[in-house]
């Protein structure tokens, strides 16, 4: 039945509707909100409606509670029935608590007489450990007292002694007499170790130079300079010769009408000599960039022996350019041993000739280093080209040396390679190692270019026996003149550096 609304309702304002029809635990909705609607039109939750179950199942659900609320009230009962039983025959809680207490009296006492027996045992152990501190804390006192005491004598007998000895020392009255006998006996005490433990004394210096006095030389910071070759009188006939073939050529050259080029070809043997005469005729033929049939065209050559001699010119011009740019990054690359890569170079290298192992680090000097604990520093001018190179030929130097021959004991295995391959550097930024390509009709490359390294450095060996050098001070002289031996069998001979003998570099 749907009853009016009261009078009072009516009387009270719109906010005191809004109270009791809202008042009912929602906030009000903020602007921009759908619209209010009434509960009825509300959806605040989905109502799950479950499916109908069985008849049979409903029977049997409600036989099973109905024998489950049996069972638990006969439960009951019979619980009941227990503790009253138990409480007539003196067996209820009360009882229980009255057992609980005196066991737990019991125990507590049994706790109390423990305590009391490991107080008395933790006395007894705390006493013995005094004593023992105690014991050492006095003996150690007494060995303190008796070392004073001994420093205390010795102390005293070094006063004594300074005592003694103050009539020699240095004073303002006899400083004059003292420098003097200092400067007519002086004392050295500079020596030096060579390599089987021995101790080298230093002479005692003299009062006054005899002799012309040596000029004192800094270490070679960069030894990769320029070649200079020395010419003597015969050499410029040779050169003037050299000169007069090429200007025959050209002169009968165009006698028969053919360029100087494949004259050269037709009427003389391929050597390194006619090969750079030939390459001067590439050279002056060239202009600009022009390809290798433009070059044939100029060149006027006509058979298939003079377009190879052509073509193995240009390649091998390309090659060394390229050789020679590989070198110089290689050279720039510094040898450092934290780098994983050249620490292992420096481990093999260091195996190799010697059978040690490299941690700990051993004595570089014994393979010809400058410092005994960092051999990198002796790469500072060929850079990881050096290192590689020493690795090649302690490798493969047997694809080198023809016959046993020892070392030099006086030559430095490490100082005479990076040496070597500065000299091979330079000779390479010189263009002078063309000549020895053209000797060999090979084409420049890296590999070649470490042969080369690994065949000097045995003729330098070689070399320092023949001269019967015996010490490492004569190494400067010995390789200079070594390298001036070398740089003109190449320039004046045109020889490879393979053929060459020790013989020919005494006498060149």
């Not at 019991?106 to 305590?115: G, K, S, T, V």
């Not at 004259?263 to 005729?281: K, P, V, W, Y």
């Not at 890296?446 to 450095?457: P, S, T, V």
Request: glycine residues 6%; neutral net charge.
């Amino acid at each position: 039945m749907i009853t009016a609304p009261s009078t009072s309702l009516l009387r009270i304002g719109a906010a005191g509707q809004l109270l009791n029809v809202r008042g009912m635990g929602r906030r009000q909705p903020k602007q921009g909100k759908p619209p209010i609607l009434p509960p009825s039109k509300k959806v605040l939750y989905h109502v799950v409606n479950p499916e109908w179950e069985k008849p049979e199942h409903v029977k049997e659900l409600l036989w099973r509670r109905f024998a489950y609320n049996n069972g638990v009230n006969s439960l009951r009962i019979l619980f009941k029935q227990e503790a009253s039983s138990k409480i007539s025959t003196g067996q209820g809680l009360a009882s229980m608590r009255e057992e609980e207490e005196k066991e737990f009296n019991i125990l507590i006492a049994a706790n109390e007489e423990r305590n009391l027996k490991k107080s008395k045992e933790r006395e007894i152990r705390s006493l013995e450990k005094w004593n023992t501190t105690r014991q050492e804390m006095m003996d150690e006192i007494s060995s303190t007292l008796t070392e004073q005491e001994k420093q205390a004598k010795w102390a005293e007998e070094r006063v004594r002694e300074a005592i003694r000895d103050s009539k020699d020392y240095v004073n303002k009255e006899n400083l004059e007499e003292k420098i003097k006998a200092a400067l007519e006996s002086p004392k050295i005490y500079d020596f030096a170790i060579d390599k089987t433990g021995g101790k080298l004394e230093n002479p005692a210096p003299v009062k006054y130079q005899e002799g012309t006095p040596t000029i004192q030389k800094g270490r070679l910071r960069r030894m990769v300079k320029q070649i200079n070759i020395k010419y003597r009188p015969l050499d410029y006939v040779w050169l003037g010769v050299d000169r007069a073939i090429l200007t025959c050529a050209n002169f009968f050259a165009k006698l028969v009408g053919k360029s100087t080029f494949q004259f050269l070809i037709d009427t003389g043997l391929i050597n390194a000599s006619s090969l750079r005469r030939l390459r001067e005729c590439i050279e002056a033929a060239k202009d600009g960039d022009k390809t290798g049939e433009e070059l044939e065209r100029e060149l006027h050559l006509e058979d298939d022996s003079s377009k190879y001699v052509l073509h193995y010119l240009t390649t091998a011009d390309e090659k060394y350019e390229a050789v020679l740019a590989e070198i110089e990054r290689l050279a720039s690359m510094k040898v450092e041993r934290d780098d994983p890569e050249m620490r292992a170079d420096l481990d093999e290298l260091w195996k190799l000739p010697a059978e040690y192992t490299f941690d700990p680090p051993g004595d570089w000097t014994l393979i010809g280093f400058q410092r005994s604990n960092d051999p990198t520093t002796d790469f500072r001018s060929t850079g990881s080209l050096g290192l590689a190179q020493m690795l090649f030929f302690v490798k493969y130097h047997r694809i080198v040396l023809d016959h046993e021959v020892a070392w030099p004991e006086a030559l430095p295995f490490a100082l005479t390679s990076i040496h070597i391959t500065a000299f091979l550097m330079a000779l390479m930024k010189e263009q002078v190692l063309r000549d020895h390509f053209y000797a060999g009709n090979e084409l420049p490359s890296l590999e070649g270019f470490n042969k080369i390294h690994c065949r000097l450095l045995w003729l330098m060996s070689v070399y320092w026996g023949k001269q019967g050098a015996e010490s490492i001070m004569q190494f400067e002289h010995h390789f200079k003149a070594f390298q001036n031996g070398v740089v003109r069998l190449l320039h004046f001979r045109q020889k490879s550096l393979h053929e060459i003998t020790v013989e020919e570099i005494v006498s060149a």
